[in-house]
């Protein structure tokens, strides 16, 4: 096989280890393809801000390093543009943070440095992670590499359309409300969301605080498992680190499924309004493959389910409107410099470097967080989100882990909810609960839609600190399936 093969771009990471082992490649060699595959299509897709340049790359990872070799020595990947990488531009995708650079790594990207992973740029993505479709970043629209004309998901769009599109074979994104799991089944990708905690958040520019993880998106379970395994782990800068230990969740994926496994099948998220027969029905034949394989399949229900989306909509923003505060000209971010007064100067970099997404986001969140309806807002939205966490914990008593749908629907087009933003807040319908929980979610491809042919995921959802049995369950039904392996040909060359 070339370098110039369509397949190679479509590599898994487990396969590209394995041919820079029997030195049929070097890591040279391999990055250099991946930084011509952007050179070639990203113009199209724009899923990167800044692609690096092959020097200072390698310069990044030698520095880092041990001699030993890592879990991802040699392996190009993409990083979200709100996850600091030392001295390179970090935007959040925002003029308010256009000139920024970063003075420090992200501990996620100081490990896979460590693991020789090579960080080859800058991922799009909705500004500061405020959208489900990256059409709000302040410099690009990513697009969907199955179809050019629809969206790839938000926030987290330009990392998973760039792994989708082989350009990179994994990539970081970040999840709040769903924000990795939504663009992975628009474009046909896997990855997880960790339980919270698990991944550390330092480095990660803050959106609501209490719901943010970093999360890594490949191919396949195995790759995504890979990348989750240099990643996860405790960290002492961040304070809210769980004290799990690192290790490697690769070794226990057989390929077979956990004897006696117990999925619950969500019946209330299945049958909710909306939810497109194709959706339904791909997920359905998911189930099959699940019985087949020995799983015992259980019907829950979580009756908190359809107050995710309000709950998430108070919470997200009432942390945004305070994390965001600190970008006001001062320290971080682009300053007015024409203002008279300091007042002027405030208001008029606030005016100017967010966008209106962003805007309307701190409004909300200072509103709902204000005397009068702090209570009424806030607080209940508090209750709430203590009872989905009880829903969830209250299932797994009966089941190992639930499945669930990832979004009503596929991909959709451009501009479609451009003058209804309600229903572009609804988009996280089915994600948003898991990230109020705090609880880890692994999404996967299992089929497409017929007119237009986009791909369609599901997910599977565990208890805390569950991503080692998550792993499990979906490469066994990876084994079983080939959906994980299509592409778009329209990037294959």
């Given at each position: 096989m070339s370098l110039s093969s369509p397949s190679f771009a479509f590599a898994t990471i487990k396969e590209l280890k394995e041919r820079l082992a029997r030195r049929e490649i070097s890591s040279r060699e391999l990055l250099d393809f991946f930084i011509?595959?952007?050179?070639?299509?990203?113009?199209?897709?724009?899923?990167?801000?800044?692609?690096?340049?092959?020097?200072?790359?390698?310069?990044?990872?030698?520095?880092?390093?041990?001699?030993?070799?890592?879990?991802?020595?040699?392996?190009p990947g993409m990083i979200k543009d709100n996850i600091c990488q030392k001295n390179r531009r970090m935007t959040c995708a925002s003029k308010m943070l256009k000139n920024y650079t970063a003075i420090y790594d992200a501990t996620a990207c100081e490990?896979?440095?460590q693991e020789g992973a090579f960080l080859i740029g800058r991922a799009n993505c909705d500004e500061f992670a405020m959208g489900s479709s990256c059409e709000y970043s302040a410099f690009q629209k990513t697009v969907n590499p199955w179809d050019v004309s629809r969206v790839p998901g938000g926030s987290s769009g330009g990392s998973v359309a760039a792994v989708a599109a082989?350009?990179?074979?994994?990539?970081?994104?970040?999840?709040?409300?769903?924000s990795v799991r939504f663009p992975s089944a628009f474009c046909g990708t896997t990855c997880v969301k960790p339980t919270y905690g698990h991944v550390s958040r330092s480095g990660l520019v803050a959106y609501a605080s209490s719901l943010d993880q970093i999360s890594p998106v490949a191919r396949t379970v195995y790759d995504t498992a890979l990348v989750f395994s240099a990643i996860a782990g405790n960290d002492p800068k961040d304070s809210s680190s769980l004290s799990a230990a690192q290790k490697d969740y690769t070794k226990n994926l057989t390929g077979v499924l956990p004897?006696?496994?117990?999925?619950?099948?969500?019946?209330?998220?299945?049958?909710?309004?909306?939810?497109?027969?194709?959706?339904?029905?791909?997920?359905?034949?998911?189930?099959?493959?699940?019985?087949?394989?020995?799983?015992?399949?259980?019907?829950?229900?979580?009756?908190?389910?359809?107050?995710?989306?309000?709950?998430?909509?108070?919470?997200?923003?009432?942390?945004?409107?305070?994390?965001?505060?600190?970008?006001?000209?001062v320290r971080y971010a682009t300053r007015d410099k024409a203002a008279s007064t300091l007042r002027?100067?405030?208001?008029?970099?606030?005016?100017?470097?967010?966008?209106?997404?962003?805007?309307?986001?701190?409004?909300?969140?200072?509103?709902?967080?204000?005397?009068?309806?702090?209570?009424?807002?806030?607080?209940n939205a508090k209750k709430v989100q203590n009872m989905i966490r009880h829903d969830f914990i209250s299932a797994f008593k009966e089941v190992d882990v639930l499945l669930m749908p990832v979004h009503p629907a596929p991909a959709f087009p451009l501009g479609a909810f451009d003058l209804d933003k309600l229903q572009m807040d609804l988009q996280d319908f089915f994600t948003c609960p898991i990230n109020l929980a705090g609880l880890p979610a692994l999404a996967l491809p299992c089929g497409f839609s017929k007119k237009p042919v986009l791909p369609l995921g599901f997910q599977l959802v565990g208890p805390d600190l569950s991503e080692e049995l998550l792993f499990q369950v979906g490469h066994a039904y990876q084994q079983q399936t080939d959906w994980h392996t299509c592409h778009p040909l329209a990037f294959a060359e």
């Open positions: 011509n595959r952007f050179a070639q299509h990203d113009a199209q897709l724009k899923t990167a801000l800044e692609v690096f340049d092959a020097e200072s790359i390698f310069a990044d990872t030698a520095a880092t390093q041990p001699a030993a070799q890592g879990l991802l020595s040699g392996i490990r896979l440095k082989g350009l990179v074979p994994w990539a970081l994104g970040s999840e709040t409300g769903g004897a006696g496994v117990r999925i619950g099948i969500v019946d209330n998220a299945l049958g909710a309004s909306g939810i497109e027969p194709e959706v339904v029905a791909a997920i359905q034949q998911a189930i099959v493959a699940f019985e087949k394989m020995g799983a015992q399949i259980k019907h829950v229900s979580l009756p908190t389910l359809e107050y995710g989306a309000a709950t998430y909509f108070i919470l997200s923003r009432a942390e945004a409107a305070s994390n965001l505060a600190r970008f006001d000209g002027d100067m405030y208001c008029n970099t606030r005016h100017d470097g967010f966008g209106s997404e962003v805007a309307t986001r701190i409004m909300v969140g200072n509103y709902v967080l204000s005397a009068g309806h702090a209570k009424d807002y806030y607080g």
